[in-house]
């Protein structure tokens, strides 16, 4: 009987390993709670408001879906710490005997210890770690990108505010060609229809002016939630100055690129998979040690267990670790061919916007400015076509709005250039 009862206190012994991990309660009650306190747990400027700078740091620490991002790394990790230990005994109990004479008495008890010594748990622990730096890199890759948008969006709603400022400037400056009108439909030397189309043209002024006002307050919230913050909040965002800028970032695409770092830490898991594959193709053998009664006597019992590879031997995990391999290979370097026609695309945005801009500065734009000032003198001495003023002045100010947007586009690509060069650089120049 003391066998039996050394049998079911190891059993008893290894109860406890089969508890279930307590649930996780989800609740979603609680999430506009977090969005207000996620303002109050970072430090975010309310007086001069947020710069793009600042706004590219925090995007890791505020954006809950970045933050998700980070925390897959968390089952490798969790993984990791338990890799290295050693595999579990084997518990063997022979009832051969005692089913056969029905004496309890007669049991045979073994337990098997497996020999890990062909290193596979260690395989094992670098997979997990290399898994893990693919879950962070994958992270980085992400908060890239979204910096990159960010950035976009930031321009876009400088641009808007700059629109709405420039058409509700076009209204007011609207105010006095329309009291000389007044005065010249009054004394009969203006028709209606000519003043009408007049006021037509501030009312169509002040309806640009809204509408650019409604596309800032879009690319706003928009940039609220890529932070993680809520509309309405007490965060304001600073705009950019955006000004010609000569010139182009001279480099090329960084080996440090969160792409290649990623497509990196990808082959870096498939190679790791390959020595795991490798590796489980080594014999481990088993020891076993322990007793039993036969016949009214004791006696001690050993035993070993050994695999003999000779059909399967692991071969098709291995083949397909291998390919696998082979395939992140191939997307490693596809990568990085994508970083450098990412490069070349940007440069020809670049050059596109300045190329545009060209004729816009050196042509268009002066030859609004000067009709319009020739006209504006011409209406103070009385000439009876102030449509034409008006005329000029929306031309004028349509030229400076496009001036203003192929800076934007200028700056954006600027931006997205210099960051293929250094992932991790901040674009000092624009913040």
Known sequence: ????SRASLLLLAALPCCAAPPPRPV????IAERRDLREARVEIPT???LTLKQARELLPVLDPELQLAFARELPALAGREHAGLWPDPTLNVDLANALSSGALDELDVLIQVPLAIAGRQQALASRLDAQARLAVARAERLVFERARSLEADWVAWTVALAEERSNRTLAEDLAGPLQRIEVLVETGNLGTVESGLLRLARIDAERRAVAASQRAQDLELRMLHALGLR????????????EDNAGEPEGTVSRELPELVAAAAAFEVAEAAVNVAHRARFIEPSLGAGAGREGGGRRVLFGLQIPIPLWNRGLGALAQAVARREVAAQAYELAFERALERE????????????????????????????ESILSELLALGDLRPFLLVD???????AELERL???????VARMELAALHAPHGTNEEQE
């Open 27 to 30: 609740d979603l009650d609680r």
């Open 1 to 4: 009987m003391r066998l039996r």
């Open 344 to 371: 070349e695309r940007v440069r020809r945005a670049m050059r596109s916007a300045r190329g545009r801009r060209a004729p816009v500065e050196q042509g268009l734009l002066p030859l609004a400015l000067e009709q």
């Open 392 to 398: 000029a002045m929306e031309r004028r100010q349509a």
């Open 231 to 242: 509309g309405g909040g007490p965060v304001a965002f600073e705009p950019l100055m955006i």
């Open 405 to 411: 947007q192929l800076l934007g586009e200028e700056l």
């Open 47 to 49: 007086s001069g408001g």
